[in-house]
C-alpha cells in the first residue's frame, strides 16, 4: 500500500483543472488479486475523482487481467461485434465516415480495429501490452506495440481516434489527450468511453461500484470532467451518449449483486477465471438472474435521463 507521499491529492483536478481535490472515501480493491484499501480523493467542481494510491505494477498483468480468454468469449462474439458497429456509428454521426485513417488507441486484440476495417477505415491500433498484441497477430490483425507517449504518429494525420476505456487507465490523461488530440486533423474526431462517476449506477454501487476497478483505474470522470479536459485539449465535445448496451447494463446489475457478495463483481471475476465457481457468491448470483431483465430496463431509463454507467464522448479537433 502507499506511503503517505503519493495519497497527497494533486494541486489540480486532472479533469477540470479548476479545482484542489479533497479526500473523498477509502474503496477496496475491486479484484482478488489486488486486495486492500485505496483512497480516493475528489473535485468539488466537476466531480470526478482519482484514486490516491499507487497501483501495483502487476496490476494490468494478474487477476482478471492475466490473460487467456474468458468463458463463454465464443457466445459473446456476436455482441461484440455489434458494440463494434454501435462505436463506429458513433463517429459516423459526427461526421467521421470513411474512406480515412482511423486509429484505436488501446486496441486490446484488435477486434475494433478489425472491424473500422470492414467499413471502410484504413485503420491502425497501437497497444502497450505483447499480450493484446500476439493475441490480434493470432488473429491476423497486424498492431503496432507502443502506449502513447512512445507511439510514432505523424501530427495531423488522422480522421478519426478512439480511445474506449483506456483514459481512465492513465496516470496523465491529460498529458495523453495533448498528445492525441495533435495526432487528430483539424476536423476529425475522437470518440471516448469512460464509466461515469456521476450515474445512477456509481451510487448504487458505492464502494463496490463495478466500474471503479480500483486500483487499476486511475481517474473516475463525470461527463462535466470529461468534456471539460477534452476541451482544455482543443477537442470539442459534440456528442454525449449515456444508452450503452456495452457495459451498462452489467454494470448496473453485477454493482447490486455485489453488495451481498463476498468477492465485487463475482460473476465478472468467474467468467475472467480469477474466481472460483464454487462459492456461496455463485448461488447468490443465480439466485439474482431473474432481476437481469429488471436492471437492462432501469438502465436504459437512466441513460435516457444522461445518468448512464458509462458514456461515449464524441469531439472534434478544432
Ligand atoms: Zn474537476
Same mark, same amino acid.
Given at each position: 500500500?502507499?506511503?503517505?507521499?503519493?495519497?497527497?491529492?494533486?494541486?489540480?483536478?486532472?479533469?477540470?483543472?479548476?479545482?484542489?481535490?479533497?479526500?473523498?472515501?477509502?474503496?477496496?480493491?475491486?479484484?482478488?488479486?489486488?486486495?486492500?484499501?485505496?483512497?480516493?480523493?475528489?473535485?468539488?467542481?466537476?466531480?470526478?475523482?482519482?484514486?490516491?494510491?499507487?497501483?501495483?505494477?502487476?496490476?494490468?498483468?494478474?487477476?482478471?487481467?492475466? @490473460? !487467456? &480468454?474468458?468463458?463463454?468469449?465464443?457466445?459473446?462474439?456476436?455482441?461484440?461485434? =455489434? #458494440?463494434?458497429? /454501435?462505436? +463506429?456509428?458513433?463517429?459516423?454521426?459526427?461526421?467521421?465516415?470513411?474512406?480515412?485513417?482511423?486509429?484505436?488507441?488501446?486496441?486490446?486484440?484488435?477486434?475494433?480495429?478489425?472491424?473500422?476495417?470492414?467499413?471502410?477505415?484504413?485503420?491502425?491500433?497501437?497497444?502497450?501490452?505483447?499480450?493484446?498484441?500476439?493475441?490480434?497477430?493470432?488473429?491476423?490483425?497486424?498492431?503496432?506495440?507502443?502506449?502513447?507517449?512512445?507511439?510514432?504518429?505523424?501530427?495531423?494525420?488522422?480522421?478519426?481516434?478512439?480511445?474506449?476505456?483506456?483514459?481512465?487507465?492513465?496516470?496523465?490523461?491529460?498529458?495523453?489527450?495533448?498528445?492525441?488530440?495533435?495526432?487528430?486533423?483539424?476536423?476529425?474526431?475522437?470518440?471516448?468511453?469512460?464509466?461515469?462517476?456521476?450515474?445512477?449506477?456509481?451510487?448504487? @454501487? !458505492? &464502494?463496490?461500484?463495478?466500474?471503479?476497478?480500483?486500483?487499476?483505474?486511475?481517474? =473516475? #470522470?463525470?461527463? /462535466?470532467? +470529461?468534456?471539460?479536459?477534452?476541451?482544455?485539449?482543443?477537442?470539442?465535445?459534440?456528442?454525449?451518449?449515456?444508452?450503452?448496451?456495452?457495459?451498462?447494463?452489467?454494470?448496473?446489475?453485477?454493482?447490486?449483486?455485489?453488495?451481498?457478495?463476498?468477492?465485487?463483481?463475482?460473476?465478472?471475476?468467474?467468467?475472467?477465471?480469477?474466481?472460483?465457481?464454487?462459492?456461496?457468491?455463485?448461488?447468490?448470483?443465480?439466485?439474482?438472474?431473474?432481476?437481469?431483465?429488471?436492471?437492462?430496463?432501469?438502465?436504459?431509463?437512466?441513460?435516457?435521463?444522461?445518468?448512464?454507467?458509462?458514456?461515449?464522448?464524441?469531439?472534434?479537433?478544432?
Amino acid at each position: 500500500m502507499a506511503d503517505e507521499n503519493s495519497t497527497t491529492p494533486p494541486d489540480r483536478c486532472p479533469a477540470c483543472g479548476e479545482r484542489a481535490l479533497a479526500p473523498w472515501r477509502t474503496v477496496p480493491g475491486s479484484d482478488p488479486a489486488l486486495p486492500g484499501e485505496y483512497t480516493l480523493a475528489r473535485c468539488a467542481g466537476c466531480g470526478t475523482a482519482v484514486t490516491l494510491d499507487p497501483a501495483p505494477p502487476e496490476a494490468h498483468e494478474s487477476g482478471a487481467y492475466g @490473460g !487467456g &480468454a474468458p468463458r463463454g468469449s465464443r457466445l459473446a462474439a456476436p455482441l461484440l461485434r =455489434h #458494440f463494434d458497429r /454501435r462505436r +463506429l456509428s458513433f463517429l459516423a454521426r459526427a461526421g467521421a465516415h470513411p474512406p480515412g485513417r482511423l486509429l484505436d488507441i488501446g486496441a486490446g486484440r484488435g477486434r475494433f480495429v478489425a472491424a473500422a476495417r470492414t467499413t471502410g477505415w484504413q485503420a491502425d491500433g497501437i497497444e502497450p501490452s505483447l499480450r493484446g498484441v500476439s493475441g490480434a497477430r493470432a488473429q491476423g490483425i497486424e498492431l503496432t506495440q507502443a502506449g502513447i507517449e512512445d507511439a510514432a504518429v505523424e501530427p495531423g494525420s488522422l480522421d478519426a481516434a478512439s480511445l474506449w476505456h483506456v483514459l481512465e487507465h492513465l496516470d496523465d490523461p491529460a498529458a495523453a489527450l495533448e498528445q492525441i488530440a495533435g495526432w487528430i486533423a483539424p476536423g476529425g474526431a475522437l470518440v471516448v468511453g469512460v464509466p461515469n462517476l456521476a450515474s445512477v449506477q456509481s451510487g448504487a @454501487g !458505492g &464502494a463496490r461500484w463495478y466500474h471503479l476497478d480500483v486500483p487499476r483505474h486511475r481517474t =473516475h #470522470f463525470t461527463v /462535466r470532467g +470529461l468534456h471539460a479536459l477534452l476541451r482544455r485539449r482543443g477537442l470539442e465535445p459534440v456528442a454525449t451518449h449515456h444508452v450503452l448496451a456495452e457495459h451498462n447494463p452489467f454494470g448496473l446489475w453485477v454493482s447490486v449483486v455485489s453488495r451481498a457478495t463476498t468477492t465485487p463483481s463475482w460473476l465478472y471475476h468467474a467468467l475472467k477465471r480469477n474466481a472460483s465457481l464454487r462459492s456461496r457468491d455463485a448461488l447468490i448470483t443465480v439466485a439474482a438472474l431473474p432481476f437481469v431483465p429488471v436492471a437492462i430496463l432501469a438502465e436504459l431509463a437512466f441513460g435516457l435521463a444522461r445518468r448512464g454507467g458509462t458514456i461515449a464522448v464524441v469531439s472534434r479537433r478544432r
